[in-house]
T-cell receptor, first 111, second 113 residues
Framework: DSGVTQTPKHLITATGQRVTLRCSPRSGDLSVYWYQQSLDQGLQFLIQYYNGEERAKGNILERFSAQQFPDLHSELNLSSLELGDSALYFCASSVGVGTQYFGPGTRLTVL | DQQVKQNSPSLSVQEGRISILNCDYT??????FLWYKKYPAEGPTFLIS?????DKNEDGRFTVFLNKSAKHLSLHIVPSQPGDSAVYFCAANPGGSQGNLIFGKGTKLSVKP
């Protein structure tokens, strides 16, 4: 158990809908990262937050947004969903810029 | 263009033998490198890391070697055990204040009893 929790574990929704994925980092970790893993792909970095502020952006679509709250949990919002958004979404946390510890992931299926 | 490449999608090894997983990268500015192991339906689990200023790091059965001139790193698992069967991801940290990792596509290791 990495100490990073993600909910929900599975999410099935329809095209055009909006969903919210939630992540709680390990106790003491200030950085939260979001990654997307599509079929047969490595993990693609989406966005990083550090202590409530956006720190870095990767290949994140404009339809996607994220935030980190004062209690350091983070939410990833995905809107106007398309079939191609079906993937595993992982959250990771670290103390600062260091080894990242991953949550179990949320499997999103868009029908 | 992939900055971190794992050119072998799969590897099969006999229990007790050595497993060698390889990774190549293109950016000489990468700060440090990590290996993660992933079982189905679970998140990646951190295994071992190495700083760009070192050429070897060892932790139990796992050793990572870094060859900066060749922009190549490898993970050695000795001896391999059936429980090591998983997908192994190589990742690189670009350095600076941004901590995001750049991942390879992974190598699926199968350790046969």
């Amino acid at each position: 158990d990495s100490g990073v929790t993600q909910t929900p574990k599975h999410l099935i929704t329809a095209t055009g809908q909006r969903v919210t994925l939630r992540c709680s980092p390990r106790s003491g970790d200030l950085s939260v990262y979001w990654y997307q893993q599509s079929l047969d792909q490595g993990l693609q970095f989406l966005i990083q937050y550090y202590n409530g502020e956006e720190r870095a952006k990767g290949n994140i679509l404009e339809r996607f947004s994220a935030q980190q709250f004062p209690d350091l949990h983070s939410e990833l919002n995905l809107s106007s969903l398309e079939l191609g958004d079906s993937a595993l979404y992982f959250c990771a946390s670290s103390v600062g810029v260091g080894t990242q510890y991953f949550g179990p992931g949320t499997r999103l299926t868009v029908l | 263009d992939q900055q971190v490449k794992q050119n072998s999608p799969s590897l099969s090894v006999q229990e007790g033998r050595i497993s060698i997983l390889n990774c190549d990268y293109t950016n000489s500015m990468f700060d440090y490198f990590l290996w993660y192991k992933k079982y189905p339906a679970e998140g990646p689990t951190f295994l071992i890391s190495i700083s760009s200023i070192k050429d070897k790091n060892e932790d139990g059965r796992f050793t990572v070697f870094l060859n900066k001139s060749a922009k190549h790193l490898s993970l050695h698992i000795v001896p391999s055990q059936p429980g090591d069967s998983a997908v192994y991801f190589c990742a690189a940290n670009p350095g600076g204040s941004q901590g995001n990792l750049i991942f390879g596509k992974g190598t699926k290791l199968s350790v046969k009893p």
